[in-house]
């Protein structure tokens, strides 16, 4: 019974993030400048992130917890460093 | 469905809690989403990948933390670290971003923005206690 729950809720959680990252990826191609997609990369970023947690529920491993760490990490920097880009025209000054 | 075996032993009400928390989070996530592809400008976009950073990870976070916690049958709460980290982070990306839309729309003169205004030159209107 909770594990029928669990697995219909985790399907439509992956899906719901997985059509979301479509649409991020689809403003990252289309976007209109590049800031747009910057927070494209950023949006993707955070729904891989969250992808990975709830491949972690449904497999019951600890790796993924670290991985989406890891993750979250990484497109915090990315993004940073992409923002001074946009606003500077180069990183470290 | 053999994946999902090392869940049998979780009570019906921890497993409803789950869902519940899942269905959220994952739904506001792709609510933000949708608006961040629709909305017409980038200030107004900007916004909208928010509900994804503060409820999405929110309610996926807590999942997880009630998830491990109930088959573990001990605290399991690290993943609050990644809860904590994208509360701090996020605001911190989309002002620097936002910033840096600013001043590239102005350098260009992009009409729909507003100029500068410089903190020397006197303001217009009336002023306090007038």
Same mark, same amino acid.
């Given at each position: /019974? *909770?594990?029928?729950i669990? &697995?219909?809720?985790?399907t439509f @959680?992956q899906v719901?993030?997985?059509?979301?990252?479509?649409l991020?990826?689809?403003? /990252? *191609?289309?976007?209109?400048r &590049?800031?747009d997609?910057?927070l @494209?990369?950023?949006t993707l970023?955070?729904?891989?992130m969250?992808?990975l947690?709830?491949?972690?529920?449904?497999?019951?491993?600890?790796?993924?917890?670290e991985a989406?760490?890891?993750?979250?990490m990484?497109?915090?920097v990315?993004t940073?460093?992409?923002?001074k880009?946009?606003?500077?025209g180069?990183?470290?000054e | 469905?053999?994946i999902?075996?090392?869940?049998?032993?979780?009570?019906?009400w921890a497993?409803?809690?789950v869902?519940?928390?899942?269905?959220?989070?994952?739904?506001?996530?792709?609510?933000g989403t949708?608006g961040?592809?629709?909305?017409?400008s980038?200030?107004?976009r900007?916004?909208?990948?928010?509900?994804?950073t503060s409820?999405g990870?929110g309610?996926?976070?807590?999942?997880s933390?009630i998830?491990?916690?109930?088959?573990?049958?001990?605290p399991v709460?690290?993943?609050i670290l990644?809860g904590?980290?994208?509360?701090?982070?996020?605001?911190?990306t989309l002002?620097?971003?936002?910033?840096?839309?600013l001043h590239?729309?102005?350098?260009?003169?992009?009409?729909?923005?507003?100029a500068?205004v410089?903190?020397?030159?006197p303001k217009?209107g009336?002023?306090l206690?007038e």
């Open positions: /019974m *909770s594990q029928t669990l &697995a219909v809720s985790l @959680a719901c993030l997985a059509i979301a990252m479509a991020a990826a689809l403003r /990252m *191609s289309r976007g209109p &590049a800031q997609r910057v @494209a990369l950023d970023y955070v729904n891989s969250l992808l947690m709830v491949f972690g529920i449904r497999t019951g491993k600890d790796i993924y917890f989406s760490l890891v993750i979250g990484l497109g915090f990315a940073v460093a992409l923002a880009f946009l606003m500077r180069e990183v470290i | 469905m053999n999902m075996d090392h869940a049998v032993d979780l009570p019906v497993a409803l809690l869902s519940f928390f899942l269905v959220v989070g994952s739904g506001l996530t792709l609510i949708i961040f592809s629709r909305l017409p980038f200030y107004e900007i916004h909208a990948p928010t509900l994804g409820w990870t309610g996926i976070v807590m999942a933390m998830f491990f916690t109930v088959l573990a049958t001990r709460i690290h993943e990644i904590i980290f994208v509360t701090v982070t996020t605001p911190v002002m620097l971003l936002a910033r840096a839309a590239r729309d102005r350098a260009e003169g992009n009409p729909d923005v507003l500068e410089s903190p020397d030159e217009r009336p002023a206690g």
